[in-house]
């Protein structure tokens, strides 16, 4: 898919960091043969574990300070897979039994991580349109190459700042209507603050009129806010 949409026209530096392509060593354990010798699965995949990666069993103190104990072969007997020769895996009678008789190791590729997005198993392919073509042809040149590279089953969903882009695409209209509807209510509240303000701060220079010019104002506020919500 990557290789076919670099090499054409509408579509530019895809890339992927999936990889199925790093070395792994690949232990296949013979259930039968443990079954019959009355090894669990499990006690054979502890014995890996610890062998060759480690185990926490518990911390100490020493010298006011605490330390942790981990359980694991030593570094000469853990640095390759023949080392599983020399394991010993105990069964259920307590007999010890060599672990290579148990398990077979061989070479193999795979990748060494596998993403998933929504439970399901994905890999993630970014890039750009090609110079001179807008986002929303570069989306379709994809979604074209995907139908024809895609394998039976696979489905694809747009995610980060292309669905950002897909789901506000056509609401460019109504969030200028919404940001002048906040822009005129804030004009509106700050225009019926000022005319509060200049009302109740008249100067009454004389005592005789005073109360009937605070009616006055009074009727004009009320005037004023009525007319303001009608």
Request: glycine letters at 6%; proline letters at 5%.
């Amino acid at each position: 898919m990557m290789a076919n949409g670099n090499a054409g026209k509408e579509l530019s530096g895809l890339y992927t960091s999936f990889s199925a392509n790093d070395p792994q060593v690949l232990v296949t354990i013979d259930r039968e043969k443990a079954k019959a010798m009355n090894i669990p699965l499990s006690q054979i995949t502890n014995t890996l574990g610890v062998f060759m990666g480690s185990e926490y069993v518990n911390d100490f103190d020493y010298n006011n300070r605490t330390y942790r104990v981990f359980v694991q072969a030593d570094q000469p007997f853990r640095m390759s897979s023949s080392d599983l020769h020399s394991y010993y895996v105990r069964s259920d009678s307590g007999m010890m039994v060599p672990l290579d008789n148990l398990v077979t190791v061989a070479q193999a590729a795979g990748p060494p991580v596998i993403g998933h997005y929504n439970l399901f198993r994905s890999v993630e392919i970014d890039g750009n349109p090609a110079p001179g073509l807008s986002s929303s042809q570069g989306l379709a040149a994809m979604e074209t190459l995907f139908n024809k590279t895609k394998m039976p089953g696979m489905r694809f969903e747009w995610t980060g700042l292309t669905l950002d882009e897909i789901e506000s695409s056509g609401k460019a209209l109504t969030i200028f209507g919404l940001g002048l509807l906040v822009i005129y209510l804030t004009l509106s509240a700050q225009y019926e603050s000022f005319a509060l303000r200049s009302l109740f701060c008249w100067p009454y220079p004389w005592r005789s009129w005073a109360r009937s010019a605070w009616l006055h104002c009074a009727v004009s506020r009320t005037t004023s806010i009525a007319r303001s919500d009608s």
